[in-house]
């Protein structure tokens, strides 16, 4: 599909690529073939070599919330495909020798300039340990753009990736830096209260994100909590 991500343009507007539904194909992966095929971040995310879209969710909120500084340490939990450990990669400067990227997943992932990957569950009750490690330290962020795979049932998803999330603050809670940060994915629904409750214990600042990059139609949002309260021990 060399053609994917462009559009035409005839009398000032934006063509729109159809896709016709394949005998094997089904309605919903036409769907989400179509969407992926006129989706401006999809074809930016191509040109300018982001593994993902999501690299500009990140690099919104980062312009706007300052989350990472060069000499920075991060981790980057399902990092794959890879997309926010490039942008973080970027502005903690690990390029250049700075600042650390840690991304874990289950899977291997390609390499990419600047971060490390390793194959891990962070659910591990070692993994805490082992990432304190690698980093010789505790760590400045930790960031989940995780989502448990879709049912199609809205409530069911909402509540399989608030599970994740509050897996995730259990082992951010166990290896940030005082004054750290946490950021993750979830779904607009009402099963959020006993994260956002345990957020708001441990950190001094709590808030939802909505970025532009995030589909209109999607009910994904993000939230971001600063200012760690809790020191990792040693």
Not at 42 to 58: I, N, Q, T
Not at 89 to 115: F, M, T, Y
Not at 145 to 163: E, P, Q
Not at 168 to 178: T, W, Y
Request: with cysteine; hydrophobic share 40%.
């Amino acid at each position: 599909m060399s053609g994917a991500g462009g559009s035409g343009r005839e009398g000032g507007r934006a063509l729109k690529t159809r896709v016709k539904t394949a005998r094997k194909r089904s309605l919903s992966s036409t769907l989400w073939l179509e969407r992926q095929l006129n989706d401006p971040y999809v074809a930016k995310a191509r040109m300018e070599g982001f593994r993902s879209r999501a690299a500009y969710k990140l690099s919104e909120i980062d312009e706007k919330h300052r989350l990472f500084k060069p000499g920075g340490r991060i981790v980057d939990l399902g990092a794959a495909p890879g997309g926010w450990s490039q942008v973080a990669a970027e502005g903690v400067k690990s390029r250049e020798g700075r600042g650390r990227v840690i991304g874990i997943d289950l899977l291997e992932i390609e390499p990419i300039a600047g971060v490390e990957f390793r194959v891990m569950d962070f659910h591990d009750s070692l993994a805490p340990g082992a990432l304190r490690e690698w980093l010789a330290g505790p760590a400045d962020g930790v960031m989940s753009d995780m989502a448990a795979n879709a049912t199609g049932h809205r409530k069911t998803d909402h509540l399989r990736i608030v599970g994740l999330a509050e897996l995730a603050v259990d082992f951010a809670c166990e290896v940030l830096a005082p004054g750290g940060f946490f950021l993750a994915k979830v779904f607009q629904g009402g099963a959020e209260g006993d994260l956002l409750a345990r957020l708001k214990r441990d950190f001094t600042a709590v808030r939802h994100l909505k970025p532009k990059a995030s589909r209109a139609d999607s009910a994904e949002k993000y939230v971001l909590a600063t200012g760690f309260r809790g020191a990792a021990p040693d």
